[in-house]
């Protein structure tokens, strides 16, 4: 019925929200004439009215925020599209080459442990100059290196969802580090006086989360089985951002003490001890076929992560 249903759903929402088509067309990176020009083919294709103009702008019809709920549902799913795209996208090798190492991993490993390792590797005379870094949530990370996207991977999650994770690819494991989760607030939340709080307490308050399919979230939520979680506060892909969102007031996280060292060393924030939990997770590289088969330096990330 239209050319892209998308771009007509992007209109009918700036529309509904700013009741002016030059400022919606505006908003779009679009000439007014255009988008004026898309309303129009619009509501000849669908047979009605969807915005009434007027001198003072352009309201929508009855039929035109009839829509809006389906429009907004378009345009979530077009973002998700787009995220699992990049997911799924491997960087172009540096320079042209063929022989670049790539390195997936979960993001706590790739922003705050595989520098280090890179480092460590180099010193050693490991070839690391090429290397690409790409950091990924644990599923991600198990389906890369499965599908020989890339040479290596690193995890952080639980050893059930790890073996779950690599046992179906026949991907081999080894645990290289440990990686302690620390539930975090800030200075003036309830809990950080209280000091403590129960498995059944944290369970059935809202949280600010990392996405499903993260080692962190699957680790909290292995450690409060068979408790059902209430729903988050609010979900984020980055450990960092959660932080920031934690320390803003937005509500209580579980986070590696990687990420919040530094905050609870000057009291930006305060850790919290659950009971009877000590939240502590493995950190496992992933990679195809036999240890004697890596290359050198996956050979010597291996030996520095230990």
């Given at each position: 019925m239209t050319e892209n249903p998308l771009d007509d759903a992007a209109l009918l929402v700036a529309l509904g929200r700013m009741n002016s088509i030059s400022q919606a067309a505006h908003a779009l990176g679009v000439s007014q004439q255009a988008a004026s020009a898309r309303l129009d083919r619009l509501e000849a294709g669908l047979g009605v009215r969807l915005a009434d103009r007027g001198a003072r702008g352009a309201q929508l019809s009855e039929s035109g925020r009839s829509l809006l709920p389906a429009a907004g549902v378009l345009r979530s799913a077009a973002a998700d599209w787009q995220r699992a795209l990049s997911a799924a996208a491997v960087p172009r090798d540096p320079a042209g080459s063929r022989n670049a190492l790539r390195i997936a991993a979960s993001r706590t490993v790739a922003d705050f442990l595989l520098p280090g390792w890179l480092a460590r590797a180099g010193r050693m005379g490991a070839p690391v100059s090429g290397v690409i870094a790409l950091p990924r949530n644990s599923r991600d990370v198990a389906r890369l290196t499965a599908d020989g996207a890339c040479g290596l991977g690193f995890v952080e999650s639980t050893r059930q969802v790890t073996h779950a994770l690599a046992a179906p690819h026949g991907l081999s494991t080894a645990t290289v580090a440990w990686d302690e989760l620390v539930l975090v607030v800030p200075p003036n939340h309830a809990w950080a006086k209280a000091g403590a709080v129960t498995a059944a307490e944290l369970a059935q308050t809202p949280l600010v989360l990392r996405e499903p399919g993260s080692g962190t979230r699957d680790a909290l939520e292995a450690a409060l089985a068979p408790r059902r979680a209430t729903a988050p506060v609010m979900t984020?892909?980055?450990?960092?951002?959660?932080?920031?969102?934690?320390?803003?007031?937005?509500?209580?996280?579980?986070?590696?003490?990687?990420?919040?060292?530094?905050?609870?060393?000057?009291?930006?924030?305060?850790?919290?001890?659950?009971?009877?939990?000590?939240?502590?997770?493995?950190?496992?590289?992933?990679?195809r076929g036999d240890r004697d088969e890596l290359g050198a330096l996956e050979r010597a990330l291996l030996s520095v992560a230990r």
């Open positions: 984020l892909e980055s450990s960092v951002g959660i932080r920031s969102a934690v320390i803003a007031g937005a509500g209580p996280a579980v986070l590696s003490v990687l990420v919040v060292e530094h905050d609870l060393a000057r009291g930006a924030l305060v850790a919290v001890r659950i009971g009877g939990h000590r939240l502590r997770r493995p950190i496992t590289a992933l990679w």
